[in-house]
């Protein structure tokens, strides 16, 4: 098991930036690779960033490349996603989830771990 706790989501206006958060329990937490996914109302979840667990290699969806930096730091167990220029379509429940092994996973299947998630709404 690999408890995920997400934080930092919230209401921001378009074009404004987040920084999501999520911890996790566990003195493994290096040989995960992670990833983040959105689920938004109606719609099915998706993709959004991934990091293999080296941190050296790192995959996004095509909506949020050159916006979302996935990042990870293993001395405090938590992984990243700063969101900047934010936009309406990007209001969702973003997850965090866990895999084992070093390589970067995109697929949702690939992934054993998940947290319970964080709602980032973007509305002015």
């Known amino acids: 098991q690999v408890p995920l706790v997400e934080s930092g989501g919230g209401l921001v206006q378009p074009g404004g930036s987040l920084r999501l958060s999520c911890a996790a329990s566990?003195?493994?937490?290096?040989?995960?690779?992670m990833g983040w996914f959105r689920q938004a109302p109606g719609k099915e979840r998706e993709f959004v960033a991934a990091?293999?667990?080296?941190?050296?290699?790192?995959g996004y969806a095509d909506s949020v490349k050159g916006r979302f930096t996935i990042s990870r730091d293993s001395a405090k167990n938590t992984v990243y996603l700063q969101m900047n220029s934010l936009k309406p379509e990007d209001t969702a429940v973003y997850y965090c989830?866990?895999?084992?092994?070093?390589?970067?996973?995109?697929?949702?299947?690939?992934?054993?771990?998940w947290g319970q998630g964080t709602q980032v709404t973007v509305s002015s």
């Open positions: 989830a866990a895999t084992s092994g070093p390589r970067l996973r995109v697929g949702i299947n690939e992934y054993a771990y």
């Open positions: 566990g003195r493994t937490f290096s040989s995960y690779a």
């Open positions: 990091i293999s667990w080296s941190g050296l290699s790192s």
